[in-house]
């Protein structure tokens, strides 16, 4: 493994720590947001190892991710759908008004055990 890459899981397991503890306060929102980075800075490893590249943008990520799944039969489609609805719960903390954001980061909360990056 790259010693890039390895800061980039060693990034994802912290901010995936911090999402969980998070998930257990009032606060899912930010709980959404941070299983969104943890997943995030699990894709730029991945696109980092296989590749030696660092995707600028987090559009960037996604699609270098998804098309480099696409190739690999151990990365599952549900990772790359995840990832990208990992990003809509983050834009809608950041940025939203919708009222069903807390309910949609609730459903998902199931993703914050962590099983990817294990």
């Known amino acids: 493994m790259k010693a890039e890459t390895a800061d980039y899981l060693a990034k994802a397991r912290a901010t995936l720590g911090d999402a969980q503890q998070i998930a257990a306060l009032p606060l899912p929102h930010v709980a959404a947001r941070e299983a969104y980075l943890a997943v995030f800075h699990a894709a ?9 590249k ?26 790359v759908t995840f990832l990208g609805a990992a990003y809509q719960f983050k834009t809608r903390a950041d940025y939203g008004l919708d009222r069903h954001a807390d309910d949609a980061s609730r459903r998902d909360r199931r993703h914050c055990d962590g099983g990817a990056l294990h």
């Open 44 to 52: 730029e490893a991945y696109i980092f190892e296989q590749t030696g």
């Open 54 to 79: 660092v995707a600028k943008t987090h559009r960037g990520v996604r699609s270098e991710f998804a098309r480099l799944a696409r190739a690999e039969p151990r990365v599952g489609r549900d990772l």
